[in-house]
């Protein structure tokens, strides 16, 4: 696609790919608070429309359907161009690999190619799947990961570890001012629903009074972050003058088991928990690493798992009703 409307001759301009996903209209909103015009690209395979419905009478903000894996021109200067889109939740792996592997690698190299064009600075969003199971715990930046390249989440893990390596070939051999991100556990209002991850699962299955579903013995841990934080990191990253890749992330570590309690506790729930195989290739442990973060931009999380949960919480049962 060629010729994406939404150019402006004043003010700071914005390119959003991912920006109807849970994460990426967060971010819109953040930029848009900063005084950005922002272009919200999205194909809406996974994102939502009401994720952007509260921005549809904001005219600094322009949304374009379209599939970043397919070349896009965009009409005037950009100043910024953050690579967000993907399916990211383990439901979509085996029933879309072929567009994570694509939006990952193609649309990668095409947003690097239009920041490169517009001399613009540019974000990936990669991820903490880039570690695959590890093999150390917490997971620092300069760990390579142990990753399963042909197993089933192979489509996501590995078009993440591609997208890095391109960000990094367009520093190296363009002098493009590129910065990498590696998100790890999020959540937050605007997840989706049928996500298939932890939070929309427990939260779902105890507002509907529905077993909780535990996967293993629920020993397996992850480290939640409120999606607040997560953007205020990002936006740290962005902001920074270091290219090389950051963990975001909390070190609020919880069992599955742990936490398929406090939801049933906080939701009132009469759920019952229910005990399932562990899914091929399911991380054992995950907790960052942050002390680059921390040292280097003076990003840490603001707010504690028990307001996270309670503000999800109430997203949910609205969002269910």
Known sequence: MTGVPGGTNSGRRAVVSGAAGFIGSHVCDRLLER??????????????????????????????DHD???????????????????????IDFPAMPIKIVKVGT????????????KAARFLLASTSEVYGDPLI??????????????????????AKRCAEAFTMAY???????????????TYG????????????????????????????DGSQTRS?????????????VLDGADPMPFNIGTQDEITMLELARLIKELANSPSEL?????????????RPDTTRARTILSWQPQTSMADGLRRTLEYFRTALK
Not at 68 to 90: K, N, T, W
Not at 224 to 236: K, R
Not at 274 to 286: A, G, I, M, S, Y
């Open 224 to 236: 939640l972050c409120y999606v607040d934080d997560l953007v205020s990191g990002i936006l740290a």
């Open 106 to 117: 193609l649309g990668t190299h095409n947003l690097l190619g239009l920041a490169k064009a």
């Open 274 to 286: 229910v005990f399932r195989p562990l899914p091929q290739d399911d991380p054992r442990q995950r």
């Open 137 to 158: 715990h917490p997971q620092p930046e300069t760990y390579w990961g142990n990753v399963n390249p042909i197993g089933p989440r192979g489509c996501y893990d590995e």
């Open 189 to 216: 209002p605007r997840m989706r629903l049928d996500d298939g991850r932890v939070i929309p699962n427990f939260f779902t299955q105890a507002l509907r009074g529905e077993p909780l579903t535990v996967y293993g």
């Open 35 to 64: 005084g950005y015009h922002v272009l919200g690209v999205d194909n809406f395979v996974t994102g939502s429309r009401l994720n952007l419905a509260h921005l549809e009478h904001e005219n600094r903000f322009c949304a374009v």
């Open 68 to 90: 970043v894996s397919e070349h896009i021109d965009v009409e005037g200067p950009v100043d910024l161009v953050l690579h967000l889109a993907s399916p990211a939740s383990p």
């Open 171 to 185: 520093h190296r051999a363009h002098h493009l001012e590129t910065r990498i991100v590696r998100i790890f556990n």
